[in-house]
């Protein structure tokens, strides 16, 4: 830790000059004002005590002394007993002024014509930075901090920082992964689903997200054409157009994707077969066969993402992956929705060809996902904390999935939740002409937090009648009110109200 006397650190933020028309005092406090603007001095980081910066500077030390109890009175800094003195939090919340040396706007890069691809133009993800301090969150992907399981998890990390633990995963693994970590996911994680691999098959990820962008990086290019569930998961639509693919979208009905839509000429079907997002239907057996039986006709690669598929319902659980007999299906998972999605957990199953050719890939990307959370993790797989977990979530999710239909039939009637069981999340359609975009700008100023359906569609420049309510994140005795609150900035007034 730096220390507040290091030199290197604070030499070139107090520099005075007695031909200055300004008193020393006043240079001090021109000093460190432009230093804490400028966002140079951290909150954290405490200032050089006055003794020592008065010796550095050549100066008395009541003169800093005055210094810095000014800065106090103004709100600059405050004053720690026996800690010393610290930036304020506030100031550094207010928005950093412009930097004073400016670019020579003649010799700038111009970095956008010289990307090869638009990331910064693709549909944005949705906004749920301040979902925790709304009262009503009815957001999607998110954790419920009173269902998880903290005294767990600190005890699975306690023990991954044992001394003989941090041997194994402090080592540059270069491509490989806990042994231990995939283990678990081979014994406890897969054959829920139907799944049994070997080691050999499966590949740690940073999340859902990461495993895709891999897959597409390794197996698309411009020109290939990924047929896709529309409304579908757009992220994974953003992804694919990454790495130039062309995206084929394919309609849905309550038996999920229209199977006999599928493009013969798509190198690639993407599908969330258990839970269809974001309609949550699942992919009936039929359309199941019938997809394998054109992929193997039309030599295509499934990608399947095992969306929603950890907890328990009653919902199909079988994976698409679990019928492959060609080595055709590619399964993307993840522990987001059951442990927690800032840990970025993931896993791709496949042929240990493919496998293989990802573990190469990934080295060049980022060698491989921190070995003590994949210790940590194996650690919360192997002593049976994820399956009491997942027991837990899926009595409570589906208690505040029950309440949620009934507060909707209460309160907004006119609306049609997707008649589809278990999951995170309700689809829900509106009245013809309904814009759920505005409706959620209205909702946001009464607290809550709801996902408009535009942006799951291929095409959404159009406003549209539908939207996505998610359960994980509120608790019960919030959803009734919440919907009511919803209600109300529908423009309906309901009859409880």
Known sequence: MSQRNDAAI?????????????????QIRQAIVSAILDRQ????????????????????????VLAFQQLVDQGFLIAKERRGHFVNPDVLATPAQATRKLPDAANTVDWK???????????????????????????????DPT??????????????????????????????????????????????????????????TLGAQNALYMLATLLMAKGSKVAMEDPGYPDARSIFRLAGADIAPVPVDSSGIVTSAIPTDAGFVFVTPSHHCPTMVPLTAERRNDLLM????????IIED?????????????????????GRVVYVGSMSKTLAPGLRIGYI???????????????????????????????????????ALVRRLSNAFEERRKRLVDAISDHLPEWLPTDAAGGTSLWLEGPHGTDSSSIAEVAATRSVIIEPGGRFFEHTNKPSPFMRLGISSIALQHIEPGIRELAMATGRRSAAA
């Open 41 to 64: 001095i951290a909150a954290s980081m405490p200032l050089p005590s006055c003794r020592i910066l008065a010796e550095k500077l050549g100066v008395a030390r009541g003169t800093v």
């Open 294 to 301: 054109r992929a193997s006709r039309d030599n295509q690669i």
């Open 147 to 204: 269902l998880f399981p903290t005294a767990e998890w600190r005890e699975c990390n306690r023990m991954a920082l044992a001394v003989l633990e941090i041997r194994n995963w402090a080592a540059d693994m270069v491509d490989r992964d806990d042994p231990l970590l995939i283990e678990q996911i081979q014994a406890r994680l897969l054959p829920r689903r139907g799944i049994f691999a070997n080691p050999d098959e499966i590949i740690v």
């Open 10 to 26: 604070w030499s070139g933020l107090f520099r005075i000059s007695p031909d200055s028309g300004q008193t020393l005092q006043a």
């Open 349 to 387: 199953v496949a042929s240990a060809d493919l496998i293989a050719e990802l573990r190469a890939l990934r080295r060049f990307m980022l060698r491989h996902p921190p070995a003590n959370n994949q210790r940590a993790i194996a650690l919360f797989l192997s002593l049976g904390h994820h399956d």
């Open 306 to 326: 095992g969306y929603d598929s950890q907890l328990f319902d009653d919902a199909p659980q079988q994976a698409l992956k679990s019928l492959d007999r060609t």
């Open 113 to 143: 014509s010289r990307r090869k691809i638009a990331a910064s133009e693709m549909p944005p993800s949705a906004n749920y930075r301040n979902w925790i301090k709304s009262s009503y969150p009815f957001v999607y992907g998110q954790f």
